[in-house]
């Protein structure tokens, strides 16, 4: 942990760098040995900009898909942005901005030159779109300067009670999902998202790790869509849900969901949250057929060509 002291001492340095010519922010990259330093300023900045999705900070740094430049000061951190790579089963690589960490000014040009370096290395990585989940408000104005643009909100819904769907009926078989099952779960993750909000193996590999639920459901061993949910003290949350396109329409995802339910229904659990993008109109409708309704909370998801 940071003492208070040196607390102290890292914003006054933060705060001096607001200050420097725009030739003097040279970024380069994180080095393995900057990772603890960087924990430690990201717990006490008083800006930042973290979308950890199923992964520590730690395990984010240490992650080789994460490409992350920093502008440092006698060893020391004084910003940095970084993005981790998605490579899709098919198609060109994507990447999602993950971290960022301005000095106390954020229209600091050390900003805008992490963000060349970056960008740079994402183009020459093979990477051919961005996109950033603005969990916090201040980076919005920052990204939309770099040419991002406003492509789609997330938006929460809440079920506190509704009714209960029946469940499956053979040959429909739903069960949870087994490490052999990960392989064909990806295939319909990549068939039900646009790249940018696929998972891979190992996402979902340490999703599972993470999940209070994760469960399939198969006709004849063909896995046609499945679900990830976590529990958080007093409420559930529907990370994922996803059926083939070609079999929508049939109902799955009503059983898919109906299981989560009877899941948290038997262990007391009746509020339960779902994220999904205010365009999506099938999964909202679906939703509110089961008894979910706005919050009012929502994310903005802004994305680049690159």
């Known amino acids: 942990m940071v003492r208070k002291e040196e607390a102290m001492s890292i914003n006054c340095r933060l705060s001096n760098l607001v200050h420097r010519p725009k030739s003097d922010c040279i970024p380069s990259p994180l080095r393995k040995s900057q990772h603890r330093q960087i924990v430690e300023l990201l717990n006490i900045a008083p800006l930042r900009h973290m979308h950890l999705d199923w992964q520590s900070l730690p395990a984010l740094l240490a992650d080789p898909l994460l490409r992350c430049w920093v502008i440092q000061d006698n060893e020391i951190v004084q910003a940095l942005l970084g993005a981790a790579i998605h490579i899709p089963l098919s198609g060109p690589k994507v990447a999602w901005l993950r971290l960022a960490l301005p000095p106390i000014d954020e229209h600091s040009p050390a900003l805008d030159a992490l963000w060349e370096a970056l960008q740079a290395d994402l183009a020459a990585e093979g990477v051919r779109q961005i996109g950033l989940l603005a969990v916090e408000p201040w980076i919005e104005h920052i990204v939309a300067d770099w040419g991002f643009q406003l492509a789609n909100t997330v938006v929460t819904l809440q079920r506190n009670t509704g009714p209960m769907p029946s469940p499956p009926t053979p040959p429909l078989l739903i069960r949870p999902v087994d490490s052999v099952d990960l392989d064909a779960v990806v295939r319909v993750d990549t068939a039900s998202f646009h790249p940018l909000w696929q998972h891979s193996h190992d996402a979902l590999e340490t999703a599972q790790c993470q999940a209070s639920t994760f ?32 079999v929508r329409g049939q109902g799955l995802g009503k059983l898919l969901v109906g299981d989560v339910l009877c899941f948290f229904a038997e262990r007391n659990i009746t509020k339960i949250t779902v994220n999904t993008q205010a365009d999506n109109i099938v999964s909202q409708r679906l939703y509110a057929s089961l008894g979910f309704k706005p919050t009012g909370h929502s994310v903005s998801m802004w994305s680049l060509d690159l």
């Open 215 to 246: 469960t399939l459901i198969e006709l004849a061993g063909d896995v046609l869509g499945y679900q990830l949910s976590t529990w958080y003290i007093d409420a559930g949350h529907l990370a994922r849900l996803a059926v083939k396109p070609e």
